[in-house]
């Protein structure tokens, strides 16, 4: 009996530490059986684990932390880039929203997190994180981490086009900043990048070299010791001095494999980098076989046998994109075009995983800027095919691929707008608020509150995880189909011949679609004709220009003319314009088609005078027009007139008097012409005429418009929530801002597109205020007639050149070719008759359908 009893004593008292084994403890437990053993199968594992840790304790949410960092860490290691990028995210909500502390989440999950932003190219989100932990080593003194952030902030700037501005950071820090020889040798390492990026070399030798003496004989410093000899093979490698760079890059390799247990991505980077430099000594077999080896590291059970990889086992990784494009250049120096499509194809379908997972605009626009530079390699390349075959679905590839770099971030956000949750579409705009809050501040340059900054940073940082948490069923894509016979039904129905630019780095092409054909026409030296392009756009920076050199104006508007391939005069009177690059800035209408040594403005021989021309951002555009929303035309109009200050309009209070005049509807004057006044109107009117100052903006500032309360910037239009038949900027640079060649400008039209305007008449520069009052008056008059917005545009300006009151100088193209129209070519009352026809069609034969019935009834 004593026997069973002591069993049962002891069978009680393990039953008790059992059950006084905690959730915490069971969580640390998972943490420590994977962390000893990490392959895929236990991170399988502990996944399923995970879903069971229901966690209700501040300790026990900490142990969840601890857990996803961990996971995360090894998720990367396994090129699971996109699972551990979701997990720190998930580590980070979870810390911040129950207020955790006790763990140094910078080091082991902000940094990391950082990191993988960077590389798959969500440069926002780099930046704000960064900046977050930045800001809490600041705070803290934690010199280290504070140093951490700035060479981590260093790499987001290199990677996203902005080598200045980490040029400026490095510099300042080191002059600032109390550093450690190790600190200040990574420092100088990075700014040895930049100066590379920037093609500074002799001030990237001299850092780099200071770096290397800086970090030699540190076990620690391998790896940075490793990036700067490889920066110096790099270097020079471009100067052609195979000898030092191949000496420099083996130095390299020695460092790089002192560090043990690399991660994946970085040994792979070696490899590419090593294909790069004997690519770049024509030793085309060497560097096909360490494109293999990046390959093998970065794909499991990648197949050698194969030339490219399977587009499954493909992911969002900016190596894999920069192999395969250098593998496409390779094989088109085996002379193997199709093949060299094939592999620059999938690097467009690499491109469309990373658009699903970025948030912010500016990082979609940065990565646009990207896939442009390939297109252009395979708009050369399906040029080239059909020069050498005359197949014409050569060209009709190299369209629809040029079209799918045409304002991809600005279509999906319109195409987004339609199918998101009303949960989503709340995030975004606060969002998009938090970020002008931002941007207002720091424009305030020493002045700003850097604390409100940061507060602003953090706030859409909790913003974008918890967007991204909602796991909406919408995906960004830039994948569309144009179908080629709905475009030339559409350009039929319209009798239009459509011209679309592609502007690249080495030429500029034009597609020219006309009686069912596309004419793709390459033009030559792209920096000789954009720098006549830009002489041109000169032309109308000063009221003066053109008048003081009429024949000077006369001989280049020709030229350009000629450059840019346009249509000669056809049956087909209408011609629909899709610039790229600088031609977003260029006023077509305005091209001299005729040369003449006539001075009098009226009677040069412009474009103007041959074809109805309107503009758009993509063909996508066209195609998918909305109808009309107002079957008939009232006007909001915006005035703020500015009276008795140096921003006073006096003309337009003509212009003001004329609308009055001429249509229905609400007029916002003076003081009552405020931001508040125009969004609670805005949604009422089918026009909405703004009468005010705008600006272009600069590198620092964005564009911006004046109400008479406030000026309002371009991306605080975007929430407006806007759909009116047209928008009428009659203000000065509305259509300027920074230009991106993906995405045009940054500009206040852009504002008002992001609104849900499809219809919309802006300017190109200054305009003079008299004239534009004059132009705003014979516009409009021919609206009232009834013409399209489209026709009103151009019957306009030639009314204007015809007007004998205005004199000949202020005939000049700048005072009436500034104003320029994008979207439908439909007329109101015409697109609501057929509206009519089409629903009195359908009650005739309803009517029909009831007296049949009723007559059946009745003989029954």
Known sequence: MRFFHLLFL?????????????????????????????????????????????AKTKPEFLALVILNCNKAYFENQFSLTNKAISTYEKAWQLYQKNKLSNYDITEYCLKPLGNLYTIIGDYDSAENTIKQYFFIANIDE??????????????????????????????????????????????????GTNYLITKNNEKAKKALETSIKLLSGNKLQSQNLSNAFRNLSQIYSQEKNFVLANSYFEKAQSEFIKTKNQEPRKIAKLFYEKALLFFEQNRINDAKLSINEV???????????????????????TLLLDVLDLQAVILLKENKPKTALESYMLS?????????????????????????????????????LYQKEKNGSYVEKAFLLSEKTK?????????????????????????????????????????????????????????????????????????????????????????????????????????????????????????????????????????????????????????????????????DKNLIIIPDGILNFFPFEAMITEKSTTTNFAKMHYLLNDF??????????????????????????????????????????????????????????????????????????????LSTHASSGNVDEPASIRFYDQEILYSELYNLNINPNLVVLSACETGLGKLYKSEGAMSVARGFQFAGSQNILFSLWKVNDYTTSLFMDKFYKNIKKGNSYFGSNQQAKLDFLKDKSISNAKKSPYYWSAMIYYGTLENVNTTNYWIWISVVGILIVFLFWFLYRKKLNFNM
């Open 10 to 54: 002891f069978t009680q008292m393990a039953f008790s530490q059992v059950s006084q084994v905690t959730l915490e403890d069971k969580i640390y437990n998972a943490v420590d059986v994977f962390v000893a053993n990490p392959n895929a199968e236990n991170l399988r594992k502990l996944e399923i684990e995970e879903n069971f840790f229901n």
């Open 142 to 191: 934690n010199q280290q981490q504070k140093i951490s952030a700035i060479l981590n902030l260093s790499n987001v700037y290199q990677s996203s086009g902005k080598s200045d501005l980490a040029i400026i950071l490095i510099e300042k820090t080191l002059k600032t900043e109390k550093l450690t020889p190790s600190q200040k040798g990574m420092l100088l390492n990075n700014l």
């Open 295 to 317: 390959y093998k590291v970065l794909i499991p059970n990648y197949n050698s046998k194969n030339i490219l990889p399977n587009q499954k086992s493909l992911y969002a990784e």
């Open 348 to 384: 467009f379908y690499i491109e469309d995983l990373f658009q699903s997972l970025l948030v912010y605009e500016n990082s979609k626009i940065i990565s646009q800027t990207r896939i442009r530079s390939r297109a252009e390699k395979c708009i050369e390349i399906y040029d080239y």
């Open 407 to 571: 304002s991809i971030v600005l279509k999906n956000y319109i195409s987004q707008g339609k199918t998101i949750s009303k949960e989503e579409k709340v995030i975004l705009e606060q969002l998009q608020n938090w970020n002008n809050t931002i941007v207002r501040e720091q424009q305030k340059l020493g002045l700003a509150d850097i604390s409100k900054i940061n507060f602003a940073i953090k706030k859409q940082n909790e913003l974008m995880l918890l967007l991204k948490s909602i796991k909406s069923k919408y995906r960004n894509s830039s994948k569309e189909n144009i179908n080629l016979i709905s475009l030339f039904q559409k350009l039929d129905k319209d009798k239009a011949i459509l011209i679309s630019y592609f502007s690249g780095a080495e030429n500029m092409y034009s597609f020219t679609l006309q009686n069912h054909k596309i004419k793709l026409q390459k033009i030559e030296n792209a920096n000789q004709s954009n720098s006549s392009i830009r002489r041109f756009i000169t032309y109308f920076s000063d009221a003066n220009a053109i008048t003081n050199d009429v024949s000077g104006y006369n001989n280049l508007g020709n030229q350009v003319y000629k450059y840019l391939k346009l249509p000669q005069k056809s049956e």
């Open 612 to 689: 109805v021309i309107g503009y758009n951002n993509s063909v996508s555009f066209y195609l998918d027009e909305k109808p009309f929303q107002y079957p008939k035309e009232t006007i909001l109009g915006v005035f703020p007139i500015f009276e008795n200050s140096n921003l006073e309009l006096s003309f337009s209070k003509k212009e003001l008097e004329n609308l009055k005049n001429g249509f229905e509807g609400k007029y916002l004057e003076k003081s009552e012409a405020t931001f508040k006044n125009f969004k609670a109107n805005a949604s009422h009117f089918s026009i909405l005429h």
